[in-house]
Structure formats: C-alpha cells, structure tokens
C-alpha cells in the first residue's frame, strides 16, 4: 500500500444559502484544488459524499469543472458519508489505481428533526415511528439518562460540551452558530427530549467541504504546504451487542482500535480530535469510546476542561457539530478540513500549539469511521 | 384480537391470549437469540429458521425520556414519554410509558399494556403498546 496525504482542504461556513448545491459544491472544489495547488486535469477521480441529495450529484457539481471523463463515485453514507468517501479513495489511491483524488462533502437540508433516511421502511418500523419512538434526540436523551443514573453525569456537565464547543465555534469563521453561549442559556433552551435542549442538538443545516487526497510519493511536486498523512482509517457498521441497545459506543470501540493500530498509535499521541457532536451526551460517552478516559469518567473530563483548547486534549477545536453544523453529507469532509488546518498550524485563533497528531470521528446511525491523520 | 389493530399492522408485534396482550419476540432455532420485533433473519448467526416467542409482559425499565419535539410521523399529543424497557429474555423493548413522572425511576418494575394513543390527522385511531409501573 502506497501512504496517501491530505494535500489541500477547503469548505463554506455552514449554515442557509441561497445557491444551488451544484454551484456551492463547484466552488468549493476549486477551493480544494488551489490550496492543493493542483488543476482540475490533474484529478484521477472524485468521490461524492451526500445524503438524498439526487441521482449522480457529484456529475452535476464537477461537470462544470469540465468534462474529463474521470470516475465519479457518489457516496451515501448518512452523516459518515464523507470520511467514508475518503476511505474509499486511500484504498484506490494506496493500491495504486489513482494518484490524485479529490473529495467533496456537500448538503442542502431542511429544519427540524431529521426524518426516515430509508425511505421504504418494513411495517415493523412504521408502526413504531407512528408511536413516535423512533427519533435522534430520543435516542441520544435516552443514553444520556442512563449515563446519568450508572455514573452520576450531570445535566450540567452535559450542558458544558454546549457551551466549550460553542465558545470554540466563536473563533471559527466557518461555523454555522459562531456565537458563545452560557451554561444558562443552554439549559433555558427549549426542551427537545429531556434532558437534551436545544443547544445541546446539532443544527441542521446546508454545506459544502472537500479535500485533495494524493499519493505521498508524489505529492511534494504540487504542493510545498506541509502534509497531512492519513496514517489510520477504519470503517465499521453496527456490531451485535445484545447487552448494548443504545448502539453508538461498540462500533465506536471498534473503529478506533482498528485506526490507532493502523497508525500505531493510541488515545495518549493525539493532539486534537474533532468527534461527532450531534448531542452534547454523544461527546462525553465518546470521550469514553475513543480512550481519552475510562468509562463513566466523560463527565469529569468536562469538569477539568481538559477538552478545550489550551487543555490537556483539545476535542471539537471547529465547533463541532453543535456549532460547526451537521449537513450530513458534509459533516465529515469538515471535520477532516479542521484537523487539516490544526495540523498545518492554519487555525488561527484557535490553534493547538504545534498539533501532530489528530483523530476524526464521524458515525451515523449505523456506520462509524475513526481516522488517524499525522503531520 | 380487535379490527382495528390489524388496520393500525400492530399485529405483526402484538399478539393476545387469555391473559392479556404480549409482545411476539424472533427466536433463532440454531443460535437460540431472542430479538424484537421478530425478523426472517437471526441478527447474530444469520439463522433463517426464526420462530415466534412470546416475550414476558414485565421488565425493568432501562432508559427513559420526556419527548418535547413531535418526531416524524408522530402526530400525537407532546411532550409523552418513552422508554427502554429490559425484559428477561435479555431483549430491550422501545415503547410509550405511561407512568406519573414523579415516579419514573430506572430500574422500576414495569409491565405491558395495549391502548389506544392517539387519532392521526384523518381521525384513525393510533393503537399502541406502553408500559406501566407494575
């Protein structure tokens, strides 16, 4: 397997736009390609990740970039669509099949709770959704009521993921929110599904992001910036776990085991880590899952602000989702933007002194993707 | 079994005998898994030999929540709570709880019932399984 680096990184604030998705999404890409310092001739292949957002959609963004020829490959993965879109393209470019592969995370959603990603459900489900059973915040606020009761979490340590990622999403001209917020105004927004308010739920929302993998053995012709190697990826879909119905913590374990062995290296190497957010209970069971601290001691890592810039293990330097913004099929892409930007000492105001080593984690309800990206 | 759970489909989870309603749980032949709702195929062994169990009518619940913000095709009254519910199969049931909140309390003992909860927007009544404090 050839190594494969991330040679150029590019996204638009998330947040409402008027633009068609085709014309944020080949902006963005050019983006890509001038911080990569690459032409778009040079581009061996691209990959889509987007959720639902029409038939061939990558075709429609990079046709206007001009007509090719290059394999196109549109990616559905939920919210996880983008690092496994890169995935993808680290095996094609590491077996030696492609040598420049661009990426490109876009989304355009409405607001509100997200509806049935899989649009023919069984009968089974549509009677279960009829008893209104079947939605993320329940979900999440059902983990977060027995992190609660099993290891005495608080609705204010869960209210202070909120407040850190928002005060880290101020300084972040990208982020969907960019505005601070108090632990009282976290916890005085407008109930979702007890315990979880408002602000402890990722906006939804439009984006776009995209990336310029390449080979490590050619890439120091195009691009003189320092390079991001992809040292550890894993990709992994729900694990049976009878005794675990709440369901995001297995494949969570899994993927990060396989990545830091990948990368030969452990929770303790990492310098900063951008995790999937979606509810303010998700960072601290995750903290757990990725071995940032023993089980049940998420909420003490909040306490101790360990997790802020400027703490021990700085998690969500971008905002994360809960103010960078979750459109799905971008969430990914811009959370791998981010650690590029921290790895190459490009974070302004919020930058990780001399960052290393960093981990994405991007999951959706089934999938989970850990990467390991090293300077 | 009435008409108007076999309209609602609640009969594809929800069987009746003499003492009362029961949730009908997947049980693989080979592996011995027990699931809910059942399915053609065992999620552990990949079985194709599955056969209907009854699932015990009480539990502990596990988990729980208040839901604020109606969820997609729910078109019941807010806020209405849900729950995880443990049975001792060892399988965990989703389903409405309709109990005091003051009494919520993970661990409680908590046992089925089948009612009525809510008419859609066309006036069809919404049947549904809950559980309550035992």
């Known amino acids: 397997m050839r190594n494969v680096v991330i040679l150029g990184a590019a996204m638009k604030r998330f947040g409402r736009y008027q633009e068609s998705i085709i014309d944020l999404g080949a902006e963005c890409s050019l983006n890509a390609l001038k911080d990569a310092g690459v032409e778009w001739k040079d581009i061996n292949a691209a990959y889509c990740s987007h959720v639902l957002m029409g038939v061939t959609v990558g075709q429609f963004i990079l046709m206007p970039l001009g007509p090719t020829g290059i394999p196109i490959f549109n990616v559905d993965n939920g919210c996880a669509g983008g690092t496994t879109a890169m995935i993808l393209a680290r095996q094609a470019i590491g077996a ?53 009761e099993e290891y005495g979490t608080t609705v204010e340590q869960l209210a202070q993921v909120s407040v850190k990622n928002h005060k880290h999403g101020a300084l972040n001209p990208y982020s969907h929110h960019q505005r601070e917020f108090t632990l009282e105004e976290v916890l005085g927004s407008r109930m979702i599904s007890d315990p979880l308010t408002l602000y402890q739920c990722a906006p939804t929302g439009d984006g776009v992001a995209a990336l310029v993998l390449c080979a490590e053995d050619i890439a120091q012709k195009y691009s003189s910036k320092p390079k991001v190697k992809m040292a550890g990826a894993a990709l992994c879909s729900q694990v049976y776990v009878p005794d675990d119905p709440t369901s995001i913590h297995a494949f969570t374990i899994k993927a990060s085991r396989e990545a830091y062995e990948m990368a030969g290296c452990g929770p303790k190497d990492l310098d900063v880590i951008e ?82 080593v960093g981990l994405t984690h991007n999951l959706t309800g089934l999938v989970c993707s850990v990467q390991v990206l090293m300077r | 079994m009435s008409a108007i759970e076999e309209v609602n489909g609640l009969s594809l989870l929800v069987r009746h005998d003499e003492e009362g309603p029961y949730l009908i749980g997947g049980k693989c032949t080979s592996c011995q898994a027990v699931f809910f709702p059942k399915q053609s195929i065992c999620p552990r062994c990949t079985g194709q030999s599955i056969e209907e169990t009854p699932l015990s009518r009480r539990g502990k619940l596990y988990t729980y929540t208040e839901v604020y913000q109606k969820p997609p095709d729910y078109n019941g009254p807010i806020p209405y709570l849900i729950g995880r519910v443990l049975l001792p199969e060892g399988v965990f049931v989703l389903a409405q709880l309709k109990v005091r909140k003051e009494d919520l309390r993970i661990n409680m003992d908590v046992k089925l019932v089948v009612e009525s909860i809510y008419r859609d927007e066309f006036g069809k009544e919404i049947i549904g399984y809950r559980f309550i404090p035992a």
């Open chain 1, 96 to 148: 030696g099949i492609y040598d420049i592969v661009l990426i490109i995370g876009v989304q355009k959603m409405g607001k509100g709770v997200l509806g049935p990603e899989i649009l023919d459900l069984p009968e089974t489900d549509r009677i279960q959704r009829n008893m209104g059973l079947l939605s993320l915040p329940s979900k999440y606020a059902m983990i977060a009521r027995r992190h609660m």
């Open chain 1, 275 to 356: 995790l999937h957010d979606c509810f303010s209970i998700a960072e601290i069971c995750h903290y757990e899952n990725l071995g940032l601290c023993a089980k049940g001691e998420g909420g003490r890592l909040i306490d101790e602000g360990a997790t802020e810039i400027g703490g021990r293990i700085p998690v969500n330097t971008s905002g994360g989702l809960l103010s960078r913004g979750d459109p799905t099929g971008a969430t990914g892409v811009g959370q791998v933007v981010e650690i590029v930007w921290q790895l190459r000492g490009e974070a302004r105001k919020r930058q990780v002194p001399d960052a290393k």
